[in-house]
């Protein structure tokens, strides 16, 4: 997810709460892969978003005291592209028409979705070009560690297929990005990694660690007492190898964990905040117009003692209620909590503005707490990484 700064905010409405910059909906909870580190519990379930749900969640956004302008509509939760081109083609129409009907310029609505690109070919790229939706592509790099994980329902391996969708995106020039899960048998293979990701001419790669997350209960990286501070120094030296190879030749290879780190530490600015722990600059629809806000991590995972954390159904529910509904206002309560508790005790606060709700309910079984697994990998160690690295260049280091 993207990280906003609190500077970088545009005025927020009742509650300081928004503005709306990130919509996700889920067209479908199917997913046609069975990734060993999935956090979806229903991937096998072939329901489909109705429209007219869609174009209901549009509306509540649009309507709403959270409306701050241009916000991005990410189509995820599941595999996009399990729905038919025919949806997206309609999809599109409807939202223009919403907006049409309020006076609102068509860039209002930014598409996007993240794909396993198993099944992109010509048509998916006339889709994408017709209704300007951007393209997000999971894979996890050369096929020997890409393969060892996301695999078919039936256990076939998949990084063929995915290299296929790419090849259709290159030859159509359909700009995408690729985020690359980092498994614990990953982190002696750096070279390896980078080595594919040029040689393919992928140039824009974020990495997500394999997290404790939804039906995911346990992380490769989790390591156990004995194991982590080994796997935290394996998972350094990777992320120290990435840096010095993007560094070897500019331009060709961006990291956006580096790219953002580096920004915040080469300014003034410092995050005060982040999109996912601040209500309502994302929201959240599922497939049945169950609706959350915070990390879309959260939406379809049912707890013993939550629930599942839908705050209401845009079928039904404004933004406004969903803020009034007594499980938001607690998960809220203890969210902000959390925050707080990081802010005085983490000395990493600045570059990460209080973490991931979702993550810490994960790791820890609660919200109102600090560090997790999570912040030592995306935050901690890749900072240590970045700033060495920037001191080299600069010369500060003896």
């Not at 300014?267 to 049945?288: C, E, G, K, L, W």
Request: charged share 20%.
């Amino acid at each position: 997810m993207i990280q906003i700064p609190a500077a970088d905010l545009d005025a927020p409405g009742p509650g300081g709460y928004g503005p709306v910059r990130l919509l996700v909906v889920q067209p479908t909870p199917f997913c046609n892969l069975d990734c060993d580190y999935c956090y979806l519990p229903d991937r096998g379930d072939r329901s489909r978003l109705p429209l007219a749900v869609l174009e209901a969640a549009v509306e509540r956004v649009l309507e709403s005291p959270y409306f701050g302008g241009e916000f991005t509509l990410l189509w995820h939760a599941g595999e996009p592209l399990m729905a038919p081109i025919a949806f997206y083609d309609e999809a599109t129409q409807r939202i223009g028409r919403l907006l049409e009907g309020r006076g609102l310029p068509a860039s209002t609505v930014v598409q996007s979705l993240q794909t396993n690109a198993t099944t992109i070919d010509g048509a998916w790229c006339d889709c994408f070009e017709r209704n300007g939706i951007h393209v997000g592509v999971s894979m996890d790099g050369p096929a020997f560690l890409h393969d060892a994980h996301r695999v078919t329902r039936t256990g076939l391996p998949t990084h063929a297929a995915v290299m296929r969708g790419i090849d259709w995106l290159a030859r159509r020039r359909i700009p995408f990005q690729v985020i690359c899960v980092l498994t614990a048998d990953a982190l002696d293979h750096a070279d390896a990694i980078v080595d594919f990701f040029l040689q393919n001419g992928i140039g824009d790669v974020g990495f997500n660690m394999e997290e404790t997350e939804g039906a995911n209960t346990h992380s490769s990286l989790d390591g156990g007492p004995l194991g982590r501070e080994l796997l935290e120094q394996r998972y350094r030296a990777f992320m120290a190898r990435i840096w010095q190879r993007s560094r070897q030749q500019p331009g060709r290879l961006r990291i956006r964990e580096f790219d953002g780190i580096a920004t915040i530490a080469c300014s003034t600015a410092r995050m005060v905040q982040t999109d996912m722990n601040t209500p309502f600059v994302i929201v959240n629809v599922d497939a049945r117009g169950n609706a959350s806000t915070f990390d879309p991590e959260l939406l379809s995972v049912a707890t013993a003692e939550y629930g599942d954390f839908s705050f209401g159904n845009v079928l039904e529910d404004s933004l406004e209620a969903l803020a009034t509904s007594a499980k938001f206002r607690r998960v809220e309560a203890e969210i902000r909590a959390g925050v707080e508790l990081c802010r005085s005790s983490c000395g990493h606060f600045g570059l990460c503005g209080g973490g991931t709700g979702s993550n810490k309910y994960w790791e820890h079984g609660r919200f109102d707490c600090s560090q997790t697994q999570h912040c030592r990998y995306r935050i901690q160690l890749v900072a240590d990484v970045v700033l060495e690295g920037l001191e080299q260049e600069l010369g500060l280091l003896t």
